[in-house]
């Protein structure tokens, strides 16, 4: 039931990467003939050891700390939807009630926030191109895309691992 569930909601590689990791970090008696059965048609070493190091890392606290006007940036659900002209748009050019929030001190002159938004975004973009900080956040923001983009494949893909579930649909 829980594999024909997964799968038909789409979500088996969640599914199987969260048993993994409850498997492997929390030792949880987790049914071996359901990981089996949700797991891709390739073994996925690098899935698991990325989302282990995104799991065990301050990753989310410390690029906010560290990039406060890019971090959030990165973060957001919206930026693997967009094209990354869009996105770039929308980090050139927040709505204002964003630099509203972000610049209260600033309400008599909207466009001076604009502003000091480009000059906090200029900062953020050299700390992540030049600083020792900046490029670790980069590299694993990289690997925080990456897994997001295998986590929510192209339907051919899932199409092909609901065909391997078929032999498992008893669960």
């Known amino acids: 039931m829980f594999t024909r569930r997964a799968f038909g909601w789409k979500v088996q ?6 048993l993994t990791l409850a498997n492997g970090l929390l030792r949880a008696d ?3 003939r359901v990981v089996t059965a ?3 048609e390739a073994e996925e070493h690098v899935v698991v050891d990325n989302a282990v190091k995104l799991a065990l890392s301050n990753y989310y606290a ?3 700390q560290t990039l406060p006007v890019l971090g959030w940036r990165w973060l957001t659900k919206r930026r ?3 094209s990354a002209l869009v996105w770039l748009r929308h980090v050139l050019w927040p709505d204002i009630g964003a630099l509203a929030a972000a610049y209260p001190s600033m309400r008599g002159v ?11 975004l200029a900062r953020d973009t050299l ?7 900046g490029r670790r956040l980069a590299s694993c923001e990289r690997t925080r895309m990456t897994l997001a983009a295998w986590l929510e ?4 893909l899932r199409d092909r691992d609901r065909a391997r579930a078929r032999v498992f649909s008893v669960f």
């Open 13 to 18: 590689r969640c599914a199987w990467l969260t």
């Open 30 to 32: 987790v049914p071996k």
């Open 38 to 40: 949700l797991a891709p």
């Open 62 to 64: 410390e690029v906010t």
């Open 80 to 82: 693997q939807n967009q």
């Open 110 to 120: 909207p466009p001076l926030r604009y502003l000091m938004h480009w000059i906090d």
């Open 127 to 133: 700390r992540a191109s030049f600083g020792r900080d």
């Open 153 to 156: 494949a192209p339907a051919a």
